[in-house]
């Protein structure tokens, strides 16, 4: 019997300042409300959970099985810790060891002497329980890390493989991309619901519109691609019922009023490329065109909008006229909510208007202010009105 076939605690990370909205995911998923403690959600559960919570969570970075936990202020105190895990009844006798490691506001805090403290109590401990000389490590990648948060570890075996933001859609790269996590995390935040209506006007590769229709359609954001623990030599199979429970429950069919401008073509064509691998073309209205065109026939709707910036892209007077004409362009559309993210500090001064709800975001790593400029809620007449912006 291994670690795999019982129950195990389960920890879920996911990006500063969306710690609430990947909560909220797994509430919506039938999990207890767990607090939020330096980016990471626990929760209890076994294999099955941790396929459904691959497969599912839109706003996650990662999920881990938690190997042990022990308080170390020193490196022989590390190396117990880990040493006293059953490596054997986890790792393949093959197992290519990976080991990564964090630490903060703790005694231990050399990373690369944390690492490699670790991967010596792991590999000395594989070689006492198999009573060999030597690992070949040829065979499946185990990712083990090692966080040591105010003195206490925390042994966490991944179980995603490629971080969660890799859907499988986006196999092309556009500049400055958006975060998928981060995209779904600022709809799943947003007054969106499947029925309004939905521009994005620089949408580049297409990833708002693609995580909106996801969202709309029910479509688990995982469908695509491969997980690390589907190769874990010593766990039950689980992914494939668990993948038909929820892939079940697609909504079909659905009347969704989803947009994608960009001024640039090749956007536009990557755009509708990475949609239709995502199973969700049908949902979008791509089109190349100048933001400043856009209008919609709808009172109301959600625009999500991450425009060029300064340290991604070109600046200068230019993208501040850009700011001024993209506020002028929000302006006329009535009641409509516009969330946008930027680098850009005083973009509200541009903009022409103070933003309703301000917070700070980090997208891939670069720091930046979601600016929510909220619209009155909808008039049910609108919310019935037909399709297409
Ligand atoms: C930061 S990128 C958006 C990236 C996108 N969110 C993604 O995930 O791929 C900004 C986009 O704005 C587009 N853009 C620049 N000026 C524009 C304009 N006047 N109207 C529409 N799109 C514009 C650029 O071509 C670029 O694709």
């Known amino acids: ?149 105010n003195d206490a570890v925390t042994v966490g075996l991944d179980t995603s493989g490629d971080g969660l933001h890799k859907r499988g859609y986006r196999n092309k790269v556009w500049i400055a991309p958006m ?28 990833t708002f519109p693609i995580e909106a ?26 992914l494939p019922k668990v993948k038909e429970e929820f892939e079940s429950r697609i909504i079909r069919n659905a009347e969704l009023r989803i947009s994608g401008f960009d001024i640039d073509s090749r956007a536009i064509k990557l755009a509708n490329e990475h949609a239709v691998r995502a199973g969700v073309k049908e949902y ?9 065109k856009i209008k919609s026939r709808f009172a109301h709707g959600i625009m999500v909008a991450n425009p060029p910036y300064g340290e991604r892209l070109s600046g200068g007077n230019e993208l501040i006229q850009l700011y001024r004409d993209f506020g002028k362009m929000f302006a006329s559309l009535n009641e409509w909510s516009c969330y946008v993210v930027t680098t850009v500090m005083n973009f509200e001064k541009y903009f022409g208007r103070k933003a309703d709800k301000t917070r700070k975001l980090y997208n891939s790593e670069l720091e930046c202010r979601l600016y929510s400029f909220l619209g009155a809620p909808p008039k049910r007449k609108d919310e019935n009105s037909s399709p297409k912006s």
């Open 1 to 149: 019997m291994s670690i795999f076939d019982g129950q195990f605690k389960i920890s879920v990370s996911t990006a500063s300042g969306i710690e609430a909205v990947t909560k909220r995911e797994l509430m919506k998923l039938g999990y207890p409300e767990v607090p939020a403690i330096n980016g990471r959600l626990v929760l209890d559960g076994d294999m099955r959970d941790v396929a459904v919570l691959n497969l599912n969570l839109r706003t996650a970075n990662r999920v881990r099985i938690v190997l042990a936990e022990f308080k170390a202020e020193t490196f022989d105190e590390l190396f117990d810790g880990i040493y006293s895990i059953d490596f054997k009844d986890i790792l393949t006798a093959d197992a290519k060891i990976t080991v990564t490691a964090k630490s903060f506001k703790s005694k231990l805090f050399a990373l690369s002497c944390i690492q490699s403290i670790a991967k010596k109590a792991i590999v000395k401990k594989m070689l006492d329980s198999l009573k060999s000389a030597a690992l070949p490590e040829t065979g499946t990648e185990y990712r083990i890390e090692i966080a040591v948060l």
């Open 179 to 206: 975060r998928e996590t981060m995209a779904a995390a600022i709809i799943l935040n947003s007054y969106f619901k499947a029925d309004r209506a939905f521009i994005d006007p620089f949408c580049g590769s297409g």
């Open 213 to 238: 229709a996801l969202i709309a359609t029910n479509t688990p954001s995982g469908t695509l691609r491969n997980f690390a623990f589907e190769d874990f030599k010593n766990a039950p199979t689980v």
């Open 284 to 292: 979008i209205h791509f089109e190349t065109q100048d933001m400043r």
